[in-house]
């Protein structure tokens, strides 16, 4: 097999890369190492910045987005007994959507199959190699259907998650890892009933950090801050509500329960890998940074390094000049480390830290400050909304 473009990965960042070269005429295979059944049903972030939404429409894959997405326009910071309201999309001119990354999969993977783009999935034993230097002639080896095959490419994208294969191809030397583990994780749960808010509220309080969000208006996502060794097991359904309503409790104010469809533990980290690029080879996406959930940040990241990465390989192809390409790096992880700090801003914003009773005061100093200073809340909506350009 033959191709310009290799992308490793069937997630967000590899299929909207797909799509974004087919619309400039440049060929790429797509290898995935998970069913389809397994991408379009996944469930993982859902919440949309308007670039990102912007994107997929531009790229002809939003139709569905916007007749169910929801679009909302700020978000409520709950602490001390009350709920205040900051008005991002006032303060913008710009919106927050939404919709599950489950679906956006559906939507690409449906657009990448109605051209007949080259779409493999539960590829096996998935190699890259020769991607080094810039004379290189990059291949990637792998098994589908039990036959052994190898994709020859100009170059390859690496779109293949935190735990790919791509990044630890990378020889050793080349890449430094920055990161940090925070001292909790998310319990997090899908539950059958009627959101009970309008607008995502973000609640810090003495138990520890809770989100209220939503994937449908039937559709409830709720989390809870929980030690980073605890058990799901530990978790009964009646426990998660009992502690939901606790932390949520507002008076005037009632948490609906429903039906538990789904629930697990996410543990909470901070990722960069520096540069983003090795040859010929590109990381994107998760295989080059993770960011704490709390932002709400690493699909529209995602989105942003492979508009980035398409632009300079589209560049590449139609002029032959390498200058976009080698600027890759450095371009997209001037926002990578943006959305790093505003995501590690609201983390430690919200979550209780296990600190002493000074920096309590000064926690909620700070989160006093954000509802009461215009300046404050913007830059925090600015953030939260997605950066225009950066």
């Avoid at 020769?130 to 052994?148: K, L």
């Avoid at 429903?258 to 996410?266: A, H, L, M, N, S």
């Amino acid at each position: 097999m033959r191709t310009q473009v290799g992308i490793v990965g069937a997630g967000p960042a590899g299929l909207i890369l797909a799509q974004l070269l087919y619309l400039e005429g440049v060929e790429s295979v797509v290898l995935e190492d998970r069913s389809r059944e397994y991408v379009e049903h996944r469930v993982r972030a859902g919440l949309l910045e308007q670039g990102t939404v912007d994107l997929l429409n531009e790229i002809g894959v939003g139709d569905r987005l916007r007749r169910e997405a929801l679009e909302h326009h700020g978000i409520y910071l709950q602490f001390d007994g009350r709920r205040e309201y900051v008005a991002a999309t006032e303060m913008t001119g710009r919106s927050i959507w939404i919709y599950g990354q489950q679906e956006i999969a559906k939507d690409l993977i449906a657009a990448r199959l109605a051209y007949d783009g080259p779409l493999l999935f539960e590829v096996e034993d998935v190699s890259v190699h020769d991607f080094a230097s810039d004379d290189s002639q990059p291949h990637v080896d792998f098994t589908h259907g039990g036959e052994r095959q190898r994709l020859g490419c100009d170059v390859i994208a690496g779109c293949d998650g935190f735990h790919g294969i791509c990044r630890p191809a990378v020889p050793d030397g080349v890449l430094t890892t920055y990161e940090r583990e925070y001292p909790f994780a998310w319990l997090g749960i899908l539950a059958e009933v009627a959101p009970s808010t309008d607008e995502l509220i973000y609640c810090h309080h003495p138990n520890g950090f809770a989100l209220h969000s939503m994937r449908s208006p039937a559709i409830s996502r709720l989390y809870l801050q929980v030690p980073p060794d605890e058990r799901i097991e530990d978790w009964p359904d009646d426990r998660i509500w009992a502690e939901l309503q606790t932390r949520f409790a507002l008076e005037g104010w009632q948490l609906q329960e429903g039906p538990v469809i789904e629930k697990g533990i996410t543990p909470m980290r901070s990722f960069v890998t520096e540069p983003m690029q090795c040859g010929r080879l590109y990381l994107a996406g998760d295989a080059a940074h993770i960011v704490p959930p709390t932002g709400a940040k690493g699909l529209n990241l995602a989105a942003q390094d492979v508009r980035i990465l398409a632009d300079a390989l589209v560049d590449w192809y139609r002029g032959g000049s390498t200058d976009r390409l080698d600027a890759y790096s450095e371009r997209a992880l001037r926002r990578v480390w943006r959305v790093q700090d505003f995501s590690n801003y609201m983390t430690t914003l919200l979550h209780k830290l296990g600190q002493d009773a000074f920096d309590d005061r000064l926690q909620r100093a700070r989160l006093e400050y954000v509802t009461r200073s215009e300046a404050a809340a913007r830059s925090l909506a600015e953030n939260y909304v997605g950066l225009a350009d950066y």
